[in-house]
């Protein structure tokens, strides 16, 4: 049987068990004169049968299904003849995808030599043989855990307790995934970065000021030599994003301001979701927006009073990102600002303060952590922004703070970096992997100073 | 003024308990309260308020009903009643702390020292200013101790140099009898100091406005008896220099620190009068069946 169908199957399994463990816990409970005489509640008993018949079932599935192919590869290559066995783990991986396809029935048997189709028979028998095996031994698994619980369904075993701690063992497990993805990615990227390094010096990639990926695919290759500095690219990134900030910071948190103290309640009523609704555009559309009608703007305009301005532009990248931003520092300031008790306004405006005094004072700076969070969460869609700057700001990696000058952003980079063919270990793309490490330390240093600030600045109001 | 009579007393503990308006059976003509009459003695000769034919509604819901009275000048009144009888209500018309309240509508008269409190011209800022409030909940900002207190006087400017507000802020720290507990930490974040030391902080920063009137909205019902105690102390001590409105749900309270006790009841004014009056011979049968903990 299929796992796609084990699946399913252990669940429904594990339902029966539910409810088979409900209705033996009240028939348990009812000579005695009622629920209140067990130690837990029925629902406990039903679900840690339920627990037993699922989880050691869904273990031994994951372990067969995480083993079963490299068992499988061990045996089928041990019964090839002895004199073609491989010699390297490339020449293993060559036969066994030979003969894997020879037993899926993409190869015709008869053009391969004889101990391959021999293998691919074997390999054919062994994988049905193992989906028999292991259907049987998780369905065995899954009945011998229901019928152990239905067991100890009695009055005065406590199911409770064991139910909430597997749930507790369950809530780590997932929060355990979490942390080891995040450092699993990170420990990747860390590797790839390294490769770069051997290849392209660190000093180079930070300090130097041009940035120009194409490297010779050929030896004998002219002018594509490869610059790695990544000095253009975070200049760049820092300027889009500081004028996405100039914009959203004020905006977003002004009009947060007003939706909170001053608007009258229809007012607030639409114009927060409709503002929220600037989150939900697409980011492409967006992009289009900024190039096709903010940047020529800004030309014409920059023209009219005589500056020289690019038809892409990092102003138009940024203007139109700092809308896009707009929403998360709005929406997350007027959470907290509400969130600011009203006891405070009260005992302000009673000594006298003004509506905007009490703002500025008293709410403001209780509001300010959750305030700056708001802040930092934009700052973050904004340097990790990359569709907008492609279509707006363009790919050429000038070094420049002139906002009105075509500028490129890290983000872009790593994304026509790994567009297209791509030699993975050239120094081109590994690169992208360099940068996606700095912007990783970049972000995360702004999180902990931002969090430094917080900490030292906040008021707590509780 | 502690005069109470000890049967009284034992039942006014009673109180608090937020039962329905009973009908008593023995006079069931003086349970009905006609609008506007208030017995006992609303009015005074030269008051700091004078309030006249006072209602106030939220939506269509009255919450006070032609209210007429006088609160003199250094007086401490007190207002007492059930649950819901619209005595904070009233009490937060006299710094109109209602107005940020979009339904509520207030008619009538309030005039403070002859000017019109609610005159479309008037500066609330001002108003508020002269008739300072605490509240149920101490309520400090989450700031230093200092900058509590010293909050009112910068935004209105009454010190010109720091040396004038450290004045300020010492002062106004001894007036509410917090300046020995206080002076060593004035940096020390006010919401780390006990309830009670947080009410009095309410106090210090209420009079570093320099108000003429103090409004207090059940001031000691968060606090325990000692921190309680404290507070009626310095509530005392200020009656000479200020003029004091203190809603409470505590009989011996007002007992102990008002001059006049003003009864509400339904958004009604029942009685007004001498405080020891009107626990000992209250003239209006709702009075009486109130403050022996007929219903609370």
Same mark, same amino acid.
Request: overall charge negative; charged content about 20%; aromatic content about 6%.
């Given at each position: 049987?299929? %796992?796609?169908?084990?699946?399913?199957?252990?669940?429904?399994?594990?339902?029966?068990?539910?409810?088979?463990?409900?209705?033996?816990?009240?028939?348990?409970?009812?000579?005695?004169?009622?629920?209140?005489?067990?130690?837990?509640?029925?629902?406990?008993?039903?679900?840690?049968?339920?627990?037993?018949?699922?989880?050691?079932?869904?273990?031994?599935?994951?372990?067969?299904?995480?083993?079963?192919?490299?068992?499988?590869?061990?045996?089928?290559?041990?019964?090839?003849?002895?004199?073609?066995?491989?010699?390297?783990?490339?020449?293993?991986?060559?036969?066994?995808?030979?003969?894997?396809?020879?037993?899926?029935?993409?190869?015709?048997?008869?053009?391969?030599?004889?101990?391959?189709?021999?293998?691919?028979?074997?390999?054919?028998?062994?994988?049905?043989?193992?989906?028999?095996?292991?259907?049987?031994?998780?369905?065995?698994?899954?009945?011998?855990?229901?019928?152990?619980?239905?067991?100890?369904?009695?009055?005065?075993?406590?199911?409770?307790?064991?139910?909430?701690?597997?749930?507790?063992?369950?809530?780590?497990?997932?929060?355990?995934?979490?942390?080891?993805?995040?450092?699993?990615?990170?420990?990747?990227?860390?590797?790839?970065?390294?490769?770069?390094?051997?290849?392209?010096?660190?000093?180079?990639?930070?300090?130097?000021?041009?940035?120009?990926?194409? %490297?010779?695919?050929?030896? !004998?290759?002219?002018?594509? !030599?490869?610059?790695?500095?990544?000095?253009?690219?975070?200049?760049?990134?820092?300027?889009?994003?500081?004028?996405?900030?100039?914009?959203?910071?004020?905006?977003?948190?002004?009009?947060?301001?007003?939706?909170?103290?001053?608007?009258?309640?229809?007012?607030?009523?639409?114009?927060?979701?409709?503002?929220?609704?600037?989150?939900?555009?697409?980011?492409?559309?967006?992009?289009?927006?900024?190039?096709?009608?903010?940047?020529?703007?800004?030309?014409?305009?920059?023209?009219?009073?005589?500056?020289?301005?690019?038809?892409?532009?990092?102003?138009?990248?940024?203007?139109?990102?700092?809308?896009?931003?707009?929403?998360?520092?709005?929406?997350?300031? !007027?959470?907290?600002?509400?969130?600011?008790?009203?006891?405070?306004? !009260?005992?302000?405006?009673?000594?006298?303060?003004?509506?905007?005094? %009490?703002?500025?004072?008293?709410?403001?700076?209780?509001?300010?952590?959750?305030?700056?969070?708001?802040?930092?969460?934009?700052?973050?869609?904004?340097?990790?922004?990359?569709?907008?700057?492609?279509?707006?700001?363009?790919?050429?990696?000038?070094?420049?703070?002139?906002?009105?000058?075509?500028?490129? %952003?890290?983000?872009?980079?790593?994304?026509?970096?790994?567009?297209?063919?791509?030699?993975?270990?050239?120094?081109?793309?590994?690169?992208?992997?360099?940068?996606?490490?700095?912007?990783?330390?970049?972000?995360?240093?702004?999180?902990?100073?931002?969090?430094?600030?917080?900490?030292?600045?906040?008021?707590?109001?509780? | 003024?502690?005069?109470?009579?000890?049967?009284?007393?034992?039942?006014?503990?009673?109180?608090?308990?937020?039962?329905?308006i009973?009908?008593p059976?023995?006079r069931p003509e003086d349970t009905i309260i006609e609008e506007g009459r208030t017995v006992g003695k609303p009015f005074v000769?030269?008051?700091?308020?004078?309030l006249r034919n006072?209602?106030?509604?939220?939506?269509?819901?009255?919450?006070?009903k032609d209210i007429s009275l006088d609160?003199?000048?250094?007086?401490?009144i007190s207002f007492i009643g059930?649950?819901?009888c619209g005595k904070?209500?009233f009490?937060?018309?006299?710094?109109?702390?209602?107005?940020?309240?979009?339904?509520?509508?207030?008619?009538?008269?309030? =005039?403070?020292?002859?000017?019109?409190?609610?005159?479309?011209?008037?500066?609330?800022?001002?108003?508020?200013?002269?008739?300072?409030?605490?509240?149920?909940?101490?309520?400090?900002?989450?700031?230093?101790?200092?900058?509590?207190?010293?909050?009112?006087?910068?935004?209105?400017?009454?010190?010109?140099?720091?040396?004038?507000?450290?004045?300020?802020?010492?002062?106004?720290?001894?007036?509410?009898? =917090?300046?020995?507990?206080?002076?060593?930490? =004035?940096?020390?974040?006010?919401?780390?100091?006990?309830?009670?030391?947080?009410?009095?902080?309410?106090?210090?920063?209420?009079?570093?406005?320099?108000?003429?009137?103090?409004?207090?909205?059940?001031?000691?019902?968060?606090?325990?008896?000692?921190?309680?105690?404290?507070?009626?102390? =310095?509530?005392?001590?200020?009656?000479?220099?200020?003029?004091?409105?203190?809603?409470?749900?505590?009989?011996?309270?007002a007992?102990?620190?008002?001059?006049r006790t003003a009864y509400f009841h339904l958004g009604h004014l029942v009685e007004v009068n001498e405080t020891d009056k009107v626990f000992t011979s209250p003239e209006h049968q709702l009075t009486e069946s109130y403050i022996t903990?007929?219903?609370?």
């Amino acid at each position: 049987m299929q %796992t796609a169908n084990l699946l399913p199957l252990v669940l429904v399994l594990a339902v029966v068990a539910y409810g088979l463990a409900y209705m033996r816990s009240r028939a348990v409970a009812a000579p005695l004169g009622g629920i209140r005489n067990l130690k837990a509640l029925p629902v406990y008993y039903a679900s840690r049968a339920a627990l037993w018949c699922a989880i050691p079932a869904l273990i031994v599935l994951a372990v067969w299904a995480g083993f079963e192919g490299k068992v499988i590869q061990g045996i089928v290559i041990a019964t090839l003849p002895q004199d073609t066995w491989p010699e390297s783990p490339g020449q293993a991986s060559l036969i066994l995808s030979q003969i894997s396809n020879v037993a899926a029935g993409n190869l015709n048997p008869e053009f391969v030599p004889e101990h391959i189709a021999g293998a691919a028979s074997v390999l054919e028998a062994m994988e049905s043989q193992s989906e028999n095996f292991k259907a049987a031994l998780v369905l065995l698994v899954a009945v011998a855990g229901a019928g152990f619980a239905w067991t100890r369904v009695a009055p005065h075993i406590n199911a409770r307790l064991n139910v909430e701690t597997t749930l507790r063992r369950i809530f780590f497990v997932c929060a355990a995934l979490a942390v080891l993805t995040t450092a699993g990615i990170v420990f990747s990227v860390i590797l790839e970065t390294v490769r770069f390094f051997n290849r392209v010096p660190i000093s180079e990639f930070l300090f130097s000021t041009s940035w120009s990926p194409q %490297t010779a695919l050929r030896a !004998d290759q002219v002018g594509s !030599d490869g610059a790695f500095g990544v000095i253009p690219l975070f200049t760049g990134t820092l300027l889009i994003s500081a004028i996405a900030l100039l914009v959203a910071v004020p905006v977003g948190l002004l009009s947060a301001i007003y939706l909170s103290e001053y608007a009258s309640k229809r007012v607030r009523s639409t114009a927060k979701p409709v503002m929220e609704m600037l989150a939900g555009i697409p980011t492409v559309v967006y992009g289009f927006f900024a190039a096709l009608t903010v940047a020529p703007f800004i030309r014409d305009v920059a023209e009219m009073v005589g500056l020289q301005a690019s038809s892409q532009s990092a102003l138009a990248a940024g203007l139109v990102m700092g809308i896009m931003i707009v929403p998360f520092v709005s929406s997350l300031s !007027d959470d907290v600002i509400n969130a600011v008790p009203q006891t405070m306004r !009260d005992g302000s405006l009673a000594l006298g303060a003004t509506q905007s005094e %009490t703002m500025k004072k008293v709410i403001f700076p209780a509001a300010l952590p959750g305030i700056i969070g708001g802040i930092l969460l934009a700052a973050s869609r904004a340097i990790g922004e990359t569709m907008i700057v492609v279509m707006a700001a363009g790919l050429a990696a000038n070094l420049t703070a002139n906002p009105l000058e075509s500028v490129t %952003t890290v983000t872009v980079q790593i994304a026509t970096l790994l567009v297209g063919d791509q030699e993975f270990d050239s120094a081109k793309t590994l690169s992208a992997f360099a940068l996606g490490m700095l912007l990783f330390l970049v972000t995360l240093l702004l999180n902990v100073i931002a969090l430094k600030i917080v900490r030292k600045y906040r008021e707590q109001y509780e | 003024m502690n005069t109470m009579n000890p049967s009284i007393a034992a039942k006014a503990n009673m109180q608090d308990q937020g039962a329905e308006i009973p009908v008593p059976a023995d006079r069931p003509e003086d349970t009905i309260i006609e609008e506007g009459r208030t017995v006992g003695k609303p009015f005074v000769d030269d008051p700091k308020f004078k309030l006249r034919n006072v209602s106030v509604s939220y939506g269509s819901d009255r919450a006070i009903k032609d209210i007429s009275l006088d609160i003199g000048r250094n007086e401490v009144i007190s207002f007492i009643g059930p649950s819901g009888c619209g005595k904070s209500t009233f009490l937060r018309c006299l710094n109109r702390m209602n107005d940020s309240i979009d339904i509520c509508r207030v008619e009538g008269q309030l =005039l403070l020292d002859d000017e019109d409190v609610y005159h479309s011209k008037r500066d609330v800022v001002e108003l508020r200013a002269r008739v300072g409030m605490v509240f149920q909940k101490p309520n400090p900002f989450p700031k230093s101790i200092y900058d509590n207190v010293a909050y009112g006087p910068r935004i209105h400017g009454l010190a010109n140099r720091k040396s004038d507000l450290d004045e300020i802020v010492e002062n106004s720290l001894r007036k509410a009898g =917090l300046w020995e507990e206080a002076k060593d930490r =004035l940096d020390s974040v006010a919401t780390g100091m006990s309830g009670g030391q947080q009410q009095r902080l309410c106090i210090a920063r209420a009079i570093a406005v320099s108000p003429e009137v103090i409004l207090m909205d059940e001031p000691c019902s968060a606090l325990d008896p000692i921190a309680t105690a404290k507070v009626e102390e =310095l509530i005392s001590e200020m009656s000479e220099s200020y003029t004091i409105v203190i809603v409470t749900h505590s009989m011996q309270q007002a007992a102990r620190v008002s001059r006049r006790t003003a009864y509400f009841h339904l958004g009604h004014l029942v009685e007004v009068n001498e405080t020891d009056k009107v626990f000992t011979s209250p003239e209006h049968q709702l009075t009486e069946s109130y403050i022996t903990g007929r219903f609370g």
